[in-house]
């Protein structure tokens, strides 16, 4: 395995705050983000379709191999440089069963805890922002309409 794709919810706000933390890791392997709804998650991995991806997280191997769900989050763990060790711990017997109460509560409810945290999801800021590039590893936002372009008035 030399990447990992992960299929995420571009309109969770948690789902884009869980992204903007993995990229910011030191990580053992390289991490592509891409929207399970996408035509791009359906050519990458056809199989997205009947997994249910809008639920939980599905996270895609160059190898072929996927995880979904609390595995899932683990491997996103077990990626990271510093999360190892915690990843192999929360995936022993005596763990499990807690990781998977908290994954399926948090995943059930991840809308609603971004909306209670005023997180918002990468679809609302692109709305807000128009399209932002981070092709080449720095993201450059489009300029800023003003309140008048938005059609705003005092």
Excluded: Y
């Excluded at 299929?7 to 030191?26: K, M, T």
């Excluded at 991806?53 to 191999?65: F, H, I, K, P, S």
């Excluded at 192999?88 to 995943?107: C, D, N, Y």
Aim: net charge neutral; hydrophobic share 40%; proline share 6%.
């Amino acid at each position: 395995m030399n990447s990992l794709t992960v299929f995420h919810d571009p309109a969770c706000g948690l789902c884009r705050r869980f992204r903007n933390w993995l990229e910011s890791q030191a990580l053992w392997l390289p991490v592509e983000f891409i929207g399970f709804d996408t035509a791009e998650a359906r050519n990458r991995f056809p199989e997205i379709a009947s997994l249910d991806a809008g639920r939980e997280c599905v996270v895609l191997a160059d190898d072929g191999r996927w995880w979904q769900g609390p595995d899932a989050w683990l491997v996103c763990l077990w990626t990271t440089r510093a999360h190892r060790v915690l990843s192999h711990h929360l995936a022993a017997p005596l763990f499990r069963p807690w990781l998977e109460r908290i994954v399926h509560g948090i995943s059930s409810n991840r809308l609603r805890i971004s909306w209670l945290l005023g997180w918002p999801s990468e679809r609302a800021l692109e709305e807000e922002l128009g399209p932002i590039d981070c092709r080449d590893g720095g993201c450059r936002l489009p300029a800023l309409r003003s309140a008048k372009e938005k059609g705003v008035t005092a």
